[in-house]
Structure formats: C-alpha cells, structure tokens
C-alpha cells in the first residue's frame, strides 16, 4: 500500500521545549489520525484530521497540542511545552478513500523522549 | 463507551504450531469493524486482519484468521503455523464506521506473542 514517512524516527527533548513531529502521506489521502502509545500502555486515540480540519480530538488533546497541513502535503502535530509524560511513540495513521476505506495504515511512528 | 479486552498479556507458541489470541469487546453499535495489528520489535504498526460486523463470514488472510462471534463480542485471532517472524505484540482494535468523519481506532492492551525455534 502506499507509503507514510514519519520524522524524526526519535526526538528527545527536555521538558517545557516544543517539539514538532510529522507525517509525510501521499497527497490523496483525506482521513489522517495520531495515535500516541506510552511504552508498555496501550494505543491510544489523539485527533483525526479530515480535509484538512479537525474532526475529533480526545481529552488527551489539550491546549498544548495542535495538528496542522501546513502546505498541503506535511501533517504536523505540535506539542507546544512537553512534558515527562508526552514521552511515548506517536503514530500518524491515515486511510485512502475506496474499498479499504476504513483500513488506517500507521507509518513508522516517532520515539519521543522527554528529559 | 466502546471497550476492548484482551486478557492474555502474553502467549508463547512452539515454531510451525496455532495459536489462538482472544479479544473481547463492548459495544452498543451493531455495524463496526474490527481489526488485529500486529507490532514487532520494530515498533511499526502492521495491519494483519479486518472483519466487518455484518459479514458473517470470518476474514482469513492467509496464515491469520479470525473468530467472529458477534453475539458473545468476540473476536479472535488463529495464527497457523507460526513463524518466528510473528513474534510481536498483537493488539486487537475496534471502530465504529459511522462516526461522521472520524473513524477512531478503539485498542486493547495487546497480547505479546512469542514464537519459539
């Protein structure tokens, strides 16, 4: 299937820094998702953006998270002042229109560790 | 609130054996989907499997297959003749389709399954 990429594959950072991870999908895809999965936890459901708006965020997305397609093409999510907690691997995920559409395909996931 | 159970934090097969992962889920809905990714040591998340609620037929994916049972909310995962490749963490997801624009995955635990030569 076709490919995401996701830089950096790890960021460490200290705490109170801003970080900005990101997601490079092929330009027809609408539906993109960041899921975060804090080592040894479960994966769990952060924002879906859907042509190029939010459509749902969870409670885990607060004021210090923000997600943007900045050009159309790259899909950001910001994380404004980290914290020891954001320290987790953050998968953007995406889903193509047609018959697989409601197969999300993950890429390859960023480490981020916050010192 | 949809949830998602599996109950077996990790499981251990013999090379060329089956196995069998559970997972159970909670739901109100009745069209939703389920999936079964698997995730190696790599860390990438690799979709193996995918039923639809209303197919009464259970997905088989070469060596994956599944066991739907809808009324129980059950939803396992068969690997045949297990390979060492398949060691990894297994996470059983769920998504309701009609969520408007958002489709979230819904994940359990994960059950991490270990091959062995």
């Known amino acids: 299937e076709p490919e995401v990429t996701q830089t950096p594959s790890h960021q460490v950072t200290q705490m109170g820094q801003e970080v900005i991870l990101r997601c490079v999908p092929i330009s027809n895809h609408l539906y993109f998702y960041w899921y975060r999965q804090i080592l040894g936890q479960k994966v769990e459901f952060l924002v879906s953006?859907?042509?190029?708006?939010?459509?749902?965020k969870s409670e885990i997305f607060d004021d210090q998270f923000s997600v943007e397609r900045p050009d159309g093409s790259n899909f950001t999510l910001k994380i404004r002042s980290t914290k020891l907690e954001d320290s987790a691997m953050y998968f953007c995920?995406?889903?193509?229109?047609?018959?697989?559409?409601?197969?999300?395909?993950f890429g390859p996931g960023t480490r981020l560790t916050v010192t | 609130a949809q949830t998602v159970t599996q109950s077996q934090p990790e499981m251990s097969v013999q090379e060329a054996e089956t196995v069998t992962l559970s997972c159970t889920y909670d739901t109100s809905e009745s069209n939703y989907y389920l999936f079964w990714y698997k995730q190696p040591p790599s860390r990438q998340m690799i979709l193996v499997i995918r039923q639809e609620a209303y197919k009464q037929q259970n997905a088989t994916e070469n060596r994956f297959s599944v066991n739907f049972q809808k009324a129980a909310k059950s939803f396992s995962l068969k690997i045949s003749d297990s390979q060492l490749g398949d060691t990894a963490m297994y996470f059983c997801a769920f998504m309701k389709p009609n969520a408007g624009n958002n489709r979230k995955l819904i994940w359990g635990l994960g059950t991490s399954l270990a091959v062995n030569p």
């Open positions: 953006f859907y042509n190029n708006e939010i459509s749902e």
């Open positions: 995920a995406r889903q193509i229109p047609g018959l697989a559409l409601y197969e999300q395909y």
